[in-house]
């Protein structure tokens, strides 16, 4: 409301909206901003060389029902024969970094690092090495979600022998990569790959249903790779190579409405959020949810919580394992209490049903609301919950169906930026970084290529997969060049 007055009495003065916002326009300085990607979504070259197949080769080779348009990322973009054009359009848009991922098959094709392919870690280290070469900083994701297809077949991220596989595969990016590399993700978004491929779904790889207790196991499991992937870098890597290294979740946002109260607000956080950063900056998962795994598996008969428990060893490991706050975000929804628990039916764990309106503006994708003031909400609550740490956002960024006058995309931007700039500025939220997401229109998982988040577009009719600026290109060109926001084109809609 304050917020609003404010707008309004500064609009009779100025006429421009981004007169009106005055400093919230512009990036603080040292604030960086990049583009990022996924080595599955874009790199194609699915069996080139000596690469093992992956879970998501698998998938969309053997599943093809469970992919909107029956598509693979057999090509994708073919970036794994173009990155040195991709990387040209990094330096024309002016980028200060980019943020990739390594592909675990590629570089170890049996899945364990008995065999390193030579072709693979070249790939990686030429990208590397020319991305450093013309001053964009390379930001390494280990694992965004395509292990080997045999580790799969032995159980995956519920088999706890993944943390070592994990780890090893780890050693070898440091080791190959981390000479050139000051910044490593460890893990992009568990909580999405174990919801979506071990639990509720058969949306995404590997598409096992395992009776409500997959997501947990698989999230406990990458929580303890992470942090052992962490503490593998600081004890032999970080003193030498003097980067950072911290893992990305997604923490979706909420805005007001009917029922959502401050207890639902914070339940929600808690099992989204919390869940995977609780244990990093706090120390074991959150109390809620505990509790209410715990109690609804009790109510279910079984005779223990179908959330695991972490030993106090493995508390106290895992606790203090981020050297940044890694923040994917994109939409927002009106978190309430699940009212048919008042009749006694427990349908989730959280309790939380997550509501949306009908008349909000989406994306391409039905889950991608437009709610800037959700974002601001996020980031104001991870500074109140951990202590303000420095925060890159990893991701973020809107779907339609690849036009390239994306005036939708650019709009999206702009309220989604200007909401975080905010943050920065007025409430003093420690965000460090900004991540378009994506460079490129790519393989949108068990979307295809119906749903595209790129600011370059990817002609996928034709072989040569050519790229071609959209409006939003330009857009963020000038943004970069200025580190200030610029108006929404004028023929844009605003909403
Ligand atoms: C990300 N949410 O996942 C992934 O990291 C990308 O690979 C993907 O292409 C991109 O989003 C777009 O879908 C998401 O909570 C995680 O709303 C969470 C959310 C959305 C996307």
Not at 27 to 53: C, H, L, M, R
Not at 75 to 84: L, T
Not at 144 to 157: N, S
Not at 210 to 215: K, S, T, V
């Amino acid at each position: 409301m304050k917020e609003l007055r404010r707008i309004v009495i500064c609009c009779v003065i100025f006429t421009k909206l981004h007169e009106c916002q005055g400093a919230n326009l512009s990036f603080p300085e040292n604030f960086i901003i990049g583009a990022a990607t996924a080595s599955y979504q874009i790199e194609g070259a699915w069996n080139v060389s000596d690469k093992g197949e992956n879970v998501w080769d698998w998938f969309t080779h053997n599943k093809p029902e469970n992919i909107a348009d029956g598509s693979t990322g057999d090509v994708a973009c073919d970036s794994y024969h173009k990155y040195e054009e991709d990387v040209q359009w990094v330096k024309n848009l002016g980028l200060d970094f980019y943020r990739f991922s390594v592909s675990w098959s590629r570089v170890l094709p049996n899945g364990f690092a008995n065999e390193v392919s030579e072709d693979g870690i070249q790939y990686y280290k030429n990208l590397t090495t020319l991305l450093v070469a013309n001053g964009i900083e390379p930001i390494v994701t280990i694992y965004h979600w395509d292990h080997p297809q045999i580790l799969e077949d032995l159980g995956g991220w519920t088999n706890e022998l993944m943390v070592e596989w994990y780890t090893d595969y780890a050693r070898i990016l440091f080791e190959e990569l981390g000479p050139m590399v000051k910044t490593f993700i460890t893990i992009n978004e568990p909580k999405v790959y174990c919801e979506q491929g071990y639990n509720s779904t058969t949306k995404k790889a590997p598409g096992k249903i395992l009776e409500n207790m997959g997501h947990y196991l698989c999230v406990h499991n990458t929580l303890k790779a992470h942090a052992t992937a962490y503490h593998l870098y600081d004890d032999e890597f970080r003193a030498i190579q003097e980067g950072q290294i911290g893992i990305v979740t997604p923490c979706a946002g909420w805005v007001p409405g009917d029922n959502v109260t401050e207890e639902s607000i914070e339940r929600h956080f808690q099992f989204d959020c919390g869940w995977i950063m609780h244990p990093i900056y706090v120390g074991d998962y959150p109390e809620i949810v505990k509790t209410r795994v715990a109690y609804v598996s009790a109510l279910e008969n079984y005779p223990f919580s179908r959330l695991p428990e972490f030993s106090q060893d493995w508390i106290e490991y895992i606790n203090g394992t981020a050297d940044f706050f890694g923040l994917n975000h994109y939409t927002s929804s009106m978190p309430i209490f699940d009212t048919a628990e008042e009749l006694g039916i427990y349908t989730r764990d959280s309790g939380i049903i997550k509501n949306t309106n009908s008349s909000w503006s989406a994306g391409s994708s039905s889950w991608l609301y437009v709610l800037p003031e959700g974002f601001g909400n996020v980031l104001r609550m991870i500074r109140d919950q951990y202590n303000n740490p420095p925060l890159y956002v990893f991701e973020n960024g809107y779907s339609d169906t690849g036009e390239l006058e994306d005036y939708r995309r650019i709009n999206y931007y702009y309220e989604y930026v200007s909401e975080m700039l905010t943050a920065i500025n007025d409430d003093g939220c420690n965000v460090v970084a900004y991540t378009i997401w994506s460079l490129l229109d790519n393989f949108e998982w068990n979307a295809g290529y119906t749903e595209l988040f790129g600011i370059i577009s990817v002609d996928f009719n034709s072989s040569n997969r050519t790229r071609s600026a959209k409006l939003s290109t330009s857009w963020w060109q000038e943004v970069i060049s200025t580190r200030t926001l610029q108006d929404v084109p004028s023929n844009g809609t605003r909403r």
